[in-house]
């Protein structure tokens, strides 16, 4: 028999109508209530308890749930809920019937969740933007706009200043930005444009009333004196004992500015306690700290192999970098800070 494209096209409509009837099956108004039923007991059961009663998420760690069909298909739910995913725990024997429930449900606009945040309905292309951010973005952003505890303030963005119509938030938007764990959204361009007239409108009242933003502006931070600054990384500061301007600070103002630059000078993440070990043979071991405790101190040595000892067998000596910059917390004056922020973002 000779395979024409109009049987192709047929089966494939065939089996995308079997896929749909599968996870959404026809049924009367009662089954079909019934169904939002179970799937909102299955919710309740299960991922309540971190998603909220309605679906809003829970900060930090735990994300709204309204809406979530913009992110993920139904495939790719059913895998998340067997697998789990860094806190959401896995539920591998959750039974076929709750599962599909439960998707069913969470594909279903839960309008108790805005009614529950006080959220009313508007005919302006804002007030719908309003909506949709509010479900999909204030988790991070916060409901205003204007930046929440993981999320930047939208309404001072350079990006979203310099959009027009959506054409440059519904990029961000529509891809993502995995490097800051943004996930995409599917959203139409009338949903998108809705959005961004939504972040305009919060721009605007932000620059009305400039005394109520949250953030720190780069330019709150260059007040200093910047030769001050440099004498005092080279004198009373001691900054000079560990850094260098033209090594390991070479072009820090090029990859840290604002706020950022500020919390690494005074107390930097992620630097690296050195540990130097005597054993009672007199043999002398070198690495980073890895544990330490009142009975035990351990590392791991130049080959990433770690070891310990019981503190009361060894002699040792911790060189931890970040407690220079504990011990000037008491010493620095609010002149000393502003004139080694200005000196530091010379360093480019």
Request: glycine share 10%; net charge neutral; hydrophobic share 35%.
């Amino acid at each position: 028999m000779k395979v024409t494209v109009g049987m192709i096209k047929k089966l494939c409509t065939v089996t995308l109508m079997a896929i749909a009837a599968w996870f959404f099956p026809m049924g009367s108004g009662a089954q079909t209530q019934t169904n939002h039923e179970e799937g909102a007991q299955a919710y309740a059961k299960h991922c309540s308890i971190c998603h909220g009663d309605h679906r809003e998420g829970n900060l930090p760690g735990f994300p709204p749930l309204l809406d979530i069909s913009r992110q993920l298909n139904d495939q790719q739910m059913a895998t998340l809920i067997h697998t789990g995913k860094g806190r959401m725990p896995a539920f591998p024997k959750m039974p076929q019937e709750e599962l599909m429930a439960l998707i069913r449900f969470l594909h279903s606009d839960d309008l108790s969740a805005g009614a529950a945040h006080g959220e009313e309905g508007g005919a302006n292309v804002a007030d719908a933007g309003r909506r949709l951010f509010q479900r999909n973005c204030a988790f991070c952003h916060g409901r205003d706009a204007a930046g929440g505890e993981t999320g930047p303030d939208l309404t001072r963005s350079k990006l979203a200043l310099a959009d027009v119509n959506g054409d440059k938030i519904g990029e961000v938007v529509r891809n993502g930005r995995p490097d800051k764990k943004m996930p995409a959204f599917n959203f139409s361009s009338d949903e998108i444009r809705s959005i961004a007239a939504f972040i305009h409108a919060q721009q605007k009242k932000a620059a009305e009333h400039p005394g109520g933003r949250r953030g720190v502006d780069v330019a709150d931070l260059q007040t200093g004196n910047a030769a001050d600054g440099k004498a005092y990384f080279n004198g009373a500061g001691g900054c000079a004992k560990c850094h260098s301007p033209t090594g390991d600070l070479a072009g820090i103002a090029s990859r840290f500015e604002g706020l950022q630059l500020e919390e690494r000078m005074l107390y930097p993440r992620n630097t690296k306690t050195k540990v130097n070990v005597t054993l009672p043979s007199g043999e002398k071991i070198s690495g980073v700290l890895a544990y330490r405790d009142e009975f035990t101190i351990g590392l791991r040595d130049s080959d990433g192999t770690y070891h310990s000892w019981p503190t009361s067998r060894v002699r040792f000596t911790v060189d931890s970098p970040v407690d220079a910059h504990v011990e000037l917390f008491s010493k620095y004056t609010d002149k000393d800070i502003h004139d080694l922020m200005a000196y530091l973002q010379t360093l480019r």
